[in-house]
């Protein structure tokens, strides 16, 4: 069914095949996950002695991506796992949505670089299958854009994978490199390490609490940004928060990593777990109306959108980690956080799907897994 | 032409009638604004007039490798190629500098294989060396910028930051291009190795 097709109607290979939807590697259970959903750790590569992607010709871009896909076809990305070579323009569109669904490119990857250039811009992403941890966007913003992602608190470790992919591509290739800016980028903001750190983070009951914006503020008295689900410009969705460093220039990323993983994100993590005993022992009414009725909707609708599907979930998973559900279920959430969206539900479904019948066929899903779950007594 | 102040690019010509003479001054922009000279347009004519030429000159700077204007760059924030941050070195480190909060340097990890394809010893090695962490003057900057972040890390009990810091510093010093190239290092600061695990 669906994505795990070798092949597509029509008997078209399907280049996406080994590439799970129903199940996605950084939603799993990990360390600290009842707060802290994914971590990530992207670095940002030119190469030495061609232009920046938004400035070079489509025949540059062409040599770019067809350098590295010789150099990359032999990487291992993550060791023992072959990485697989998509070619963004050659994709179809659902293909590409669900890419971007799975953060494994970004929107702007999709699109291409103009608006309509989505068949025409030579690009593509290297993707270690079917883990994803890793995985390396070509001409985007940056001629390389290196990723690790994975579930729960885990940003030694994504940053030990991709320093290591790092090292491995810098064997066969010059990067644009200056003593004084370090790893030159298309954007100065993103110069010097051309690192970013960042961890989803799940609030509902600060949010509940009306607290979210203390984070904020102490988020940005120490330069991390906070974000959406969808990460850069996006609003926060379903209580899910992405905290990353803003800075790239002056600090080594040893640093930057000390400064997250000591200091800030353990607070915010202390910070909601308080906040959800706070709720169990002096507002019990009000945080069971909230998931039980959450609960409730979800085994019920019969059309819900995108938006709505993602709040339920995320008072549902809430209940989840206070033990006001009997049955465990925060895996099945979480991996529910992504089969709601629009792409993968209509490659779960195998067929495409308008608006109407997504909302419909969303509700249908969640009905379907949520049935067995119950009330804890 | 080069600021009297700093030796920075000058983009700022400020022109004042003493008596019968002209007296003429050049300055970068930031020692410009230091001077409380805004390029708004609220100084005498004459000033004015001379700045809109100064910064139409510097509207017309250009990338000699892509082409690109700092005009071009301003219009969309993206650099055009590797070469214009040397064209635009002048105009773009005060910028990089507000937007990094005070980054003015790299440090951290350097690409392994600049160094590593020197295997000599003597100029050529001191020449890579440079390529990859800096002349003697911009790694003394580097130094100076650790140093501070050295301090910050300290008076807040940052400890391992402040054993990351050290370890990068002696990095410099030394020319290493490995945060970890000795074994001792951890052992000798009480760190733990992974810590230089670059």
Same mark, same amino acid.
């Given at each position: 069914?669906?994505?795990?097709?070798?092949?597509?109607?029509?008997?078209?290979?399907?280049?996406?095949?080994?590439?799970?939807?129903?199940?996605?590697?950084?939603?799993?259970?990990?360390?600290?996950?009842?707060?802290?959903?994914?971590?990530?750790?992207?670095?940002?590569?030119?190469?030495?002695?061609?232009?920046?992607?938004?400035?070079?010709?489509?025949?540059?871009?062409?040599?770019?991506?067809?350098?590295?896909?010789?150099?990359?076809?032999?990487?291992?990305?993550?060791?023992?796992?072959?990485?697989?070579?998509?070619?963004?323009?050659?994709?179809?569109?659902?293909?590409?949505?669900?890419?971007?669904?799975?953060?494994?490119?970004?929107?702007?990857?999709?699109?291409?670089?103009?608006?309509?250039?989505?068949?025409?811009?030579?690009?593509?992403?290297?993707?270690?299958?079917?883990?994803?941890?890793?995985?390396?966007?070509?001409?985007?913003?940056?001629?390389?854009?290196?990723?690790?992602?994975?579930?729960?608190?885990?940003?030694?470790?994504?940053?030990?994978?991709?320093?290591?992919?790092?090292?491995?591509?810098?064997?066969?290739?010059?990067?644009?490199?200056?003593?004084?800016? /370090?790893? =030159?980028?298309?954007?100065? !903001?993103?110069?010097?390490?051309?690192?970013?750190?960042?961890? &989803? +983070?799940?609030? $509902? #009951?600060?949010?509940?609490?009306?607290?979210?914006?203390?984070?904020?503020?102490?988020?940005?008295?120490?330069?991390?940004?906070?974000?959406?689900?969808?990460?850069?410009?996006?609003?926060?969705?379903?209580?899910?928060?992405?905290?990353?460093?803003?800075?790239?220039?002056?600090?080594?990323?040893?640093?930057?990593?000390?400064?997250?993983?000591?200091?800030?994100?353990?607070?915010?993590?202390?910070?909601?777990?308080?906040?959800?005993?706070?709720?169990?022992?002096?507002?019990?009414?009000?945080?069971?109306?909230?998931?039980?009725?959450?609960?409730?909707?979800?085994?019920?609708?019969?059309?819900?959108?995108?938006?709505?599907?993602?709040?339920?979930?995320?008072?549902?998973?809430?209940? /989840?980690? =206070?033990?006001?559900?009997? !049955?465990?279920?925060?895996?099945?959430?979480?991996?529910?956080? &992504? +089969?709601?969206? $629009? #792409?993968?539900?209509?490659?779960?479904?195998?067929?495409?799907?308008?608006?109407?019948?997504?909302?419909?066929?969303?509700?249908?899903?969640?009905?379907?897994?949520?049935?067995?779950?119950?009330?804890?007594? | 032409?080069?600021?009297?102040?700093?030796?920075?690019?000058?983009?700022?010509?400020?022109?004042?009638?003493?008596?019968?003479?002209?007296?003429?001054?050049?300055?970068?922009?930031?020692?410009?604004?230091?001077?409380?000279?805004?390029?708004?347009?609220?100084?005498?004519?004459?000033?004015?007039?001379?700045?809109?030429?100064?910064?139409?000159?510097?509207?017309?700077?250009?990338?000699?490798?892509?082409?690109?204007?700092?005009?071009?760059?301003?219009?969309?924030?993206?650099?055009?190629?590797?070469?214009?941050?040397?064209?635009?070195?002048?105009?773009?480190?005060?910028?990089?500098?507000?937007?990094?909060?005070?980054?003015?340097?790299?440090?951290?990890?350097?690409?392994?294989?600049?160094?590593?394809?020197?295997?000599?010893?003597?100029?050529?090695?001191?020449?890579?060396?440079?390529?990859?962490?800096?002349?003697?003057?911009?790694?003394?900057?580097?130094?100076?910028?650790?140093?501070?972040?050295?301090?910050?890390?300290?008076?807040?009990?940052?400890?391992?930051?402040?054993?990351?810091?050290?370890?990068?510093?002696?990095?410099?010093?030394?020319?290493?291009?490995?945060?970890?190239?000795?074994?001792?290092?951890?052992?000798?600061?009480?760190?733990?190795?992974?810590?230089?695990?670059?």
């Amino acid at each position: 069914m669906g994505i795990t097709d070798p092949t597509r109607p029509g008997g078209r290979p399907n280049p996406l095949a080994k590439l799970e939807v129903e199940r996605t590697p950084w939603l799993q259970q990990a360390e600290a996950s009842d707060v802290v959903v994914s971590s990530r750790v992207r670095l940002a590569r030119n190469l030495a002695g061609f232009r920046f992607v938004n400035r070079a010709e489509h025949d540059d871009r062409t040599a770019v991506l067809e350098l590295l896909r010789d150099r990359l076809d032999r990487a291992e990305l993550t060791p023992g796992v072959p990485a697989q070579w998509l070619d963004i323009h050659t994709l179809d569109r659902l293909d590409r949505d669900l890419l971007v669904e799975r953060h494994l490119i970004s929107p702007q990857h999709a699109r291409g670089m103009n608006s309509g250039s989505a068949r025409t811009d030579p690009r593509a992403v290297v993707v270690s299958l079917p883990d994803e941890g890793v995985s390396v966007m070509v001409n985007e913003e940056d001629h390389l854009r290196l990723q690790s992602l994975r579930p729960g608190l885990a940003l030694e470790r994504a940053l030990t994978d991709v320093d290591s992919v790092d090292d491995g591509i810098e064997q066969s290739v010059d990067y644009a490199y200056s003593a004084r800016f /370090g790893y =030159l980028t298309a954007c100065p !903001t993103n110069v010097g390490t051309g690192i970013r750190f960042s961890v &989803m +983070l799940h609030l $509902p #009951a600060l949010r509940m609490l009306g607290e979210v914006e203390k984070v904020k503020r102490a988020a940005g008295d120490m330069s991390l940004a906070v974000r959406g689900f969808w990460g850069e410009g996006s609003e926060a969705e379903g209580d899910f928060y992405q905290l990353s460093n803003q800075t790239t220039l002056g600090r080594t990323e040893r640093v930057m990593l000390d400064g997250l993983q000591r200091t800030i994100v353990p607070r915010v993590i202390d910070f909601e777990r308080r906040a959800r005993e706070r709720l169990l022992s002096q507002r019990r009414l009000l945080l069971e109306d909230t998931v039980y009725r959450s609960l409730g909707i979800l085994q019920q609708a019969r059309r819900m959108t995108t938006g709505e599907a993602m709040q339920r979930l995320s008072e549902l998973r809430l209940g /989840g980690t =206070l033990g006001l559900i009997r !049955t465990p279920l925060l895996e099945t959430v979480s991996q529910l956080l &992504m +089969l709601i969206h $629009p #792409a993968h539900l209509q490659r779960v479904t195998g067929r495409s799907l308008a608006q109407d019948e997504r909302r419909a066929e969303r509700a249908s899903i969640l009905r379907a897994r949520l049935a067995d779950v119950s009330v804890a007594p | 032409m080069k600021c009297d102040r700093c030796g920075r690019e000058a983009t700022i010509e400020e022109v004042t009638k003493v008596g019968q003479t002209y007296v003429y001054k050049h300055l970068c922009e930031s020692c410009a604004a230091g001077e409380g000279l805004s390029t708004s347009g609220s100084q005498p004519t004459t000033t004015t007039l001379v700045t809109v030429k100064a910064r139409a000159a510097a509207q017309t700077l250009a990338c000699p490798n892509c082409g690109l204007s700092f005009a071009g760059f301003r219009e969309t924030g993206r650099l055009g190629c590797p070469a214009c941050y040397d064209a635009f070195e002048d105009r773009l480190g005060p910028m990089i500098e507000r937007a990094q909060e005070g980054g003015t340097h790299h440090v951290g990890k350097t690409p392994k294989r600049l160094l590593a394809s020197v295997e000599g010893a003597g100029p050529e090695r001191r020449r890579a060396i440079e390529r990859v962490l800096g002349e003697s003057k911009q790694r003394l900057e580097k130094l100076e910028q650790l140093g501070r972040q050295l301090q910050s890390a300290l008076a807040g009990e940052r400890f391992e930051q402040a054993a990351i810091i050290r370890d990068e510093m002696r990095r410099l010093r030394e020319g290493t291009c490995e945060p970890e190239a000795t074994p001792e290092t951890g052992a000798g600061e009480g760190g733990e190795t992974r810590h230089g695990d670059h």
